[in-house]
């Protein structure tokens, strides 16, 4: 982040005896302040990606400012209502829809859960220290485990391979160090701030939640704006979904 210094510039650019030591303390104390806000960012509502923004504030805050490939990605807006996506890999057609998380959009869900051959479950590892938006009580991973039990479990699925993307690995890896997933979910085993723990952790609690036990959960740990990762894990569940579908058309 460089916000605070952002802020001294003005100050610290001024000839040298002209900067008033009373207003560089209140920049300074600002500017701690600032931070100190930052590091509590699971308390509320702050996006991901307003640490880039601060970081980027010089470049984007310039008059002829083209976006990046990068601040496209970064780009937050939530998905409401139904959105779907035709593309063809190899020739074979495929179509993806999206569907909001959010409360007020999950009644459009089943209108679009016909006639489809895999599910692919996206859920953010990295926020079991925040709370809804909607209610700000309920923990957000926890609530993407009820959902994603509430799907895996529907009698329409039996058959439909469900694949678990475990998105944000990039902050993941970061919030584990200093964030206690412990604290949070105390029946947690083994070290907190340890990523191979968590990440066994996160895997267990929505493999858990499954009481069809004859197909196996495919999962990914993903990092959606790292283009590389997600062009890997995009083949992978590519060719998981293609040999499902072939095993199905085997036994009818």
Not at 204 to 228: G, M, V, W, Y
Request: one cysteine or more; glycine letters at 4%; aromatic letters at 10%.
């Amino acid at each position: 982040m460089s916000l605070g210094t952002l802020r001294l510039s003005s100050s610290l650019s001024r000839p040298p005896g002209k900067a008033h030591p009373s207003q560089l303390a209140r920049v300074t104390e600002a500017s701690f302040r600032l931070w100190e806000a930052f590091s509590r960012r699971s308390e509320f509502q702050l996006g991901e990606s307003v640490k880039y923004l601060l970081d980027n504030l010089d470049r984007i805050g310039q008059l002829d400012y083209c976006p990046s490939k990068q601040d496209i990605l970064l780009a937050r807006k939530a998905t409401k209502g139904i959105v779907g996506h035709d593309f063809v890999i190899k020739k074979i057609p495929f179509k993806m829809v999206d569907v909001g998380g959010q409360r007020s959009q999950r009644q459009k869900w089943f209108q679009c859960f016909d006639g489809i051959t895999s599910i692919l479950f996206m859920v953010s590892s990295s926020e079991y220290d925040q709370v809804l938006m909607e209610d700000r009580r309920t923990n957000r991973l926890v609530e993407s485990m009820n959902i994603f039990e509430t799907i895996v479990n529907n009698k329409l699925f039996f058959n439909v391979s469900i694949i678990l993307f475990l998105n944000k690995m990039d902050l993941l890896v970061e919030k584990v160090k200093t964030v206690s997933i412990k604290k949070h979910f105390p029946d947690f085993k083994g070290d907190p701030h340890r990523l191979e723990d968590v990440q066994r952790y996160l895997v267990q609690c929505f493999d858990r939640k499954r009481r069809n036990r004859s197909n196996p959960l495919f999962h990914h740990f993903t990092t959606a704006i790292d283009t590389e990762n997600i062009r890997f894990v995009f083949h992978a569940v590519k060719d998981t979904i293609l040999q499902e579908n072939l095993k199905d058309i085997m036994l009818q």
